[in-house]
C-alpha cells in the first residue's frame, strides 16, 4: 500500500520492497514506460548563501509522477534504477532536462546555479563529460552553471576511477560537490586527488549540532579542512533557527533545508525567490 513519507504526498511502493519476482518486473516494467512516456519530474530545492541570505542556487532532485500511484521520492526508485540498468537514461534525462530549466531561468534574468545528483554508474559509464557538455551547449548554458553531486562513500569506492571522471567533468568547466560528506570515510589524500569545489555535510551531523558536542566537533573540522583545500562547505538539512546560527558562526558558505524551502516545481522557484527577498546573489553568480 501507497504511504506517506519525507512530509511530500510520496507513494512508497512498500508492496514492491518485499522482494516478490513478480512485482520487481512490473516495476522494472514500470521504470522502463516512466522513461519513454517522461512521467519524471525534477523539483529543484534552493542553495543559501551565508553571507547575502540570498538564494545562491538550486540542487534538482527527481520525482516519478506515476500514473496510478502519484509522486514517487527518489529514494524509492534511484536504487532500483541502477540494478535494473535504467539509471543511465534517467540520469541522462535529468542532464537534459535541468540544462533546458537552466536556459528557460537564464533567458526569465535569473541565471540559477543548478546542481544534479550522479549515480556512481553514470560515473564509471565513458562518456559521460562528452555528453554533459554537449547538453550545456545544445541549451547555452554555461558549464560553470552546472554543479554535480557525488555521494562521498560511491566517489571513494574506486578513487582511481573517480579521479579520472572528476577530471574529465572538471576539464569542461562543470563544478563537482561530494555530497553526504562524513559518512563515507575520504581520507585527506584522497580527497587531494579529486579537482572537487565543493563539500556538501551530511544531513545526519547537522541534525545534531545543538545537542552532540561530537557533531559540532566534525562539522567545524569539515568547514575548516574545506576552507584550507580551498572548497566551499555547504550544509545540507538544516531545519531550525539554532543549526543556522551555529553554521554561519562556523563559516559555513551555504545553507540549504527544510528552514528555507523544500524541493519545489521550477515554475515556484522564482516567485519563491521574489517573496522571500532571496533574489540572486551576484557574488554566486558570477562565480
Ligand atoms: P541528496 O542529494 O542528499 O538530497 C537531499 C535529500 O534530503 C532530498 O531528498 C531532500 O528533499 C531532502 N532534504 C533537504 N532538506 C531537508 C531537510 O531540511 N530535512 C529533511 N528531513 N530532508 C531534507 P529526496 O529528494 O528524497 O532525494 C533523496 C536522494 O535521492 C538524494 O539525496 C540523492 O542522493 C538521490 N537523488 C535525487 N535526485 C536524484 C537524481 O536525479 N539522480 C540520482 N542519481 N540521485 C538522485
Ligand atoms: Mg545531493
Ligand atoms: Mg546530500
Ligand atoms: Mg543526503
Redesign the pocket.
Known amino acids: 500500500a501507497a504511504k506517506r513519507a519525507?512530509?511530500?504526498n510520496?507513494a512508497v511502493f512498500a508492496s514492491h520492497m518485499g522482494g516478490d519476482a513478480g512485482a520487481q518486473l512490473e516495476l522494472q516494467s514500470d521504470l522502463r514506460k516512466a522513461l519513454d512516456r517522461e512521467q519524471f519530474v525534477?523539483?529543484y530545492?534552493p542553495k543559501i548563501d551565508g553571507r547575502t541570505q540570498r538564494i545562491s542556487g538550486v540542487?534538482?532532485?527527481?520525482?516519478w509522477n506515476h500514473p496510478e500511484r502519484g509522486m514517487i521520492?527518489?529514494?524509492s526508485f534511484?536504487g532500483l534504477?541502477?540494478r535494473f540498468g535504467l539509471?543511465v537514461r534517467?540520469?541522462d534525462w535529468?542532464i537534459e532536462e535541468a540544462c533546458r530549466q537552466m536556459a528557460a531561468w537564464q533567458r526569465e534574468g535569473m541565471p540559477l546555479r543548478v546542481a544534479?545528483?550522479?549515480?556512481v554508474l553514470?560515473l564509471r559509464e565513458s562518456g559521460l563529460a562528452d555528453r554533459l557538455a554537449d547538453a550545456l551547449r545544445r541549451h547555452g548554458v554555461p558549464a560553470s552553471q552546472l554543479l554535480c553531486?557525488i555521494?562521498e562513500s560511491v566517489a571513494m569506492e574506486d578513487i582511481g576511477a573517480t579521479r579520472r571522471t572528476f577530471e574529465g567533468l572538471a576539464r569542461i568547466g562543470v563544478y563537482l560537490s561530494i555530497?553526504?560528506f562524513g559518512t563515507g570515510y575520504s581520507s585527506l589524500s584522497q580527497l587531494r586527488q579529486l579537482p572537487a569545489r565543493q563539500l556538501?555535510i551530511?544531513?545526519s551531523f547537522?541534525?545534531e549540532l545543538e545537542t552532540q558536542e561530537d557533531a559540532r566537533a566534525v562539522v567545524e573540522a569539515v568547514v575548516r579542512l574545506a576552507h584550507a583545500l580551498g572548497l566551499s562547505v555547504v550544509a545540507?538539512?538544516?531545519?531550525t533557527e539554532a543549526q543556522r546560527a551555529i553554521l554561519l558562526a562556523m563559516g559555513c558558505d551555504e545553507l540549504?533545508?527544510?528552514?528555507f524551502a523544500?524541493?519545489m516545481p521550477a515554475a515556484d522557484v522564482m516567485r519563491w525567490s521574489l517573496d522571500g527577498g532571496f533574489a540572486p546573489s551576484p557574488r554566486l553568480l558570477a562565480a
Open positions: 519525507g512530509g511530500g510520496y525534477l523539483h530545492q540542487e534538482a532532485l527527481v520525482r521520492g527518489p529514494i534511484i534504477a541502477e539509471i534517467l540520469g535529468v544534479v545528483n550522479l549515480s553514470q553531486e555521494t555530497d553526504d556538501k551530511d544531513r547537522v541534525q545540507e538539512g538544516v531545519e540549504q533545508g527544510f528552514l523544500k524541493a
